[in-house]
């Protein structure tokens, strides 16, 4: 989701006496919620701007998502100071637009200037990604089990420490499935076995690692292959033949 959050805080360069003598100004603190990726329609309402006034003005805004990258994203009614979203934005991308507003009096002399900072709530909507689509390793059928094998590395992209960017490793399938060898991975992505090797009975294990986030609507997950080589180590005693 989109969480717009509007901070409007004053940057008027007058001093303390005129602040206090304008208390006919109020400036409201108010925060909106969207969906990451908005599909419209647009352009919805996001919020508006309210200021005590006696006397007719009309708003300017300008700024990021006005004027400025990425363009075209807000707009303000110039006469209620209503705002409005006409397209989506990207958290991976912004992560906070900040505008400039200006209210003018008719006769084009500025009445007040404002802040308004929208920040932008992450969405799942980016799956980890393995570092690599293939993992391979050469591996004596004489290793200890228990010792880590290799390890695999899967990052997310969207908004570090939380439900969307948080992921676990898991083994989804091992090829063959082999009774007196089993696979595991840590939460760090070490794989380690269980039980022993034996080139006769496997030359390889094809094994299929999905990493998985932690999203609170939707959990994305990819995977990626970790190929295991047995190799054919010398594991019997040499037997004599022929003897008289």
């Given at each position: 989701m989109l969480c717009f959050f509007l901070l409007v805080y004053c940057l008027s360069s007058a001093t303390t006496s005129e602040l206090l003598s304008r208390h006919r100004r109020a400036w409201i603190i108010g925060s909106f919620e969207i969906e990451e990726g908005h599909r419209g329609p647009f352009p919805y309402k996001l919020g508006e701007v309210n200021i005590d006034r006696k006397y007719p003005i009309y708003f300017e805004l300008q700024g990021q998502g006005v004027d400025e990258e990425p363009t075209e994203v807000i707009s303000i009614d110039k006469e209620f100071g209503v705002l409005y979203v006409h397209k989506a934005v990207d958290y991976e991308e912004w992560q906070t637009l900040e505008l400039r507003l200006q209210a003018r009096k008719m006769d084009e002399s500025i009445e007040t200037r404002l802040g308004i900072l929208i920040s932008v709530k992450d969405i799942n909507d980016n799956p980890p990604r393995f570092e690599r689509d293939l993992y391979e390793i050469n591996l004596p059928q004489e290793s200890t089990q228990?010792?880590?094998?290799?390890?695999?590395?899967?990052?997310?992209?969207?908004?570090?420490?939380?439900?969307?960017?948080?992921?676990h490793y898991e083994i989804k399938s091992v090829s063959p499935n082999v009774r007196d060898t089993q696979f595991f991975i840590d939460e760090s992505g070490y794989i380690s076995f269980k039980g022993c090797l034996n080139y006769k009975v496997a030359e390889k294990f094809t094994i299929v690692v999905e990493a998985k986030d932690h999203g609170e609507v939707v959990k994305l997950s990819s995977s990626t292959i970790v190929v295991v080589h047995v190799g054919n180590g010398n594991n019997h005693l040499p037997v004599i033949s022929g003897q008289t």
């Open positions: 228990g010792s880590n094998l290799l390890k695999v590395h899967a990052t997310d992209i969207d908004k570090s420490e939380t439900l969307n960017s948080t992921f």
